[in-house]
């Protein structure tokens, strides 16, 4: 079936780079996009942005000289790396194919 | 980039009542609009998605119609497993959430 997983730090100091993994089963990344969304404690939905099937990337405005999306689909893994970060980048952040999320994984930018 | 305004922000109904929300576009976004159910400590569900197709095992009780800037999910007669904040998507130009709606039991 369907899963997608994400991996990664749980804390990272402010100023660093956040590296997530997301490890997809039961479906190609050659045949499906796969896009990268954050929920800060309490607060709403962010759209980060969107590796396609083939290969593309899409990122949010706000946060695209800091983000950078790529795959291995060889390993059915996406990656995220975004740098600089900051005390506001603390989320929860999730890998989903719309109609399927991971579990998601928090992020916490604490010194 | 596209705004969703997404309304009400709270919503607070009874077991069997008829339950709406809307979500306006800032522009013409056709029917590619979703719509996701976040129960509390649990990752988003997919309701609905492209404005009124219901995804898999989702009960028929919820529909979403609407097309261009205005779209609206409905629950037809409430029940308690539907506490639960609901988002809408876009993903017609760019990618855009809706701000939320928390519904509660009255």
């Known amino acids: 079936q369907v899963q997608l997983k994400e991996s990664g730090p749980g804390l990272v100091q402010p100023s660093e780079t956040l590296s997530l993994t997301c490890t997809v089963s039961?479906?190609?990344?050659?045949?499906?996009?796969v896009h990268w969304v954050r929920q800060p404690p309490g607060k709403g939905l962010e759209w980060m942005g969107i590796i396609r099937s083939g290969g593309s990337t899409d990122y949010n405005s706000a946060l695209k000289s800091r983000l950078s999306i790529s795959r291995d689909t060889s390993k059915s893994q996406v990656f995220l790396k975004m740098n600089s970060l900051q005390t506001e980048d603390t989320a929860i952040y999730y890998c989903?194919?719309?109609?399927?999320w991971g579990q998601g994984v928090m992020v916490t930018v604490s010194s | 980039d596209i705004q969703m305004t997404q309304s009400p922000s709270f919503l607070s109904a009874s077991v069997g009542d008829r339950v709406t929300i809307n979500c306006k576009a800032s522009q013409n976004i056709n029917k590619y609009l979703d719509w996701y159910q976040q129960k509390l400590g649990e990752a988003p569900k997919l309701l609905i998605y492209n404005t009124n197709s219901l995804h898999t095992a989702i009960p028929s009780r919820f529909s979403g119609s609407g097309s261009g800037t205005d779209f609206t999910l409905t629950i037809s007669s409430l029940q308690p497993e539907d506490v639960a904040t609901y988002f809408c998507f876009q993903h017609n130009s760019g990618y855009t959430f809706g701000a939320g709606t928390k519904l509660e039991l009255k």
């Open positions: 039961g479906f190609s990344l050659t045949s499906n996009s």
């Open positions: 989903t194919r719309r109609n399927y």
